[in-house]
């Protein structure tokens, strides 16, 4: 008897049962089911609105291909470190 199937098989079973006390613990929630809506609308509203108004792509302004963002980023960087290594 190959021991590997079997170690699957056993790994498969205990990641259904750890699904399915989630799952289970989930369903029987009354107060923490609306705790995590409001997470998720927070969420929502943190990742989608506040990104749209307020993180515009900067980078598209500094270059339009690639290369040249890159460069810009390149750029920035090694500019920051001698400032910092003329700190010291």
Do not use: R
């Amino acid at each position: 008897m190959e021991i590997v199937p079997v170690i699957k098989q056993i790994y498969s079973i205990m990641l259904l049962k750890i699904f399915n006390f989630y799952k289970e613990g989930f369903l029987s929630m009354t107060v923490g089911k609306k705790l995590w809506l409001i997470i998720g609308i927070k969420l929502v509203f943190m990742f989608l609105i506040l990104k749209l108004f307020f993180f515009q792509d900067f980078l598209s302004t500094k270059g339009k291909t690639d290369k040249e963002k890159g460069a810009y980023v390149l750029e920035q960087l090694t500019n920051i470190n001698n400032k910092q290594d003329g700190k010291h």
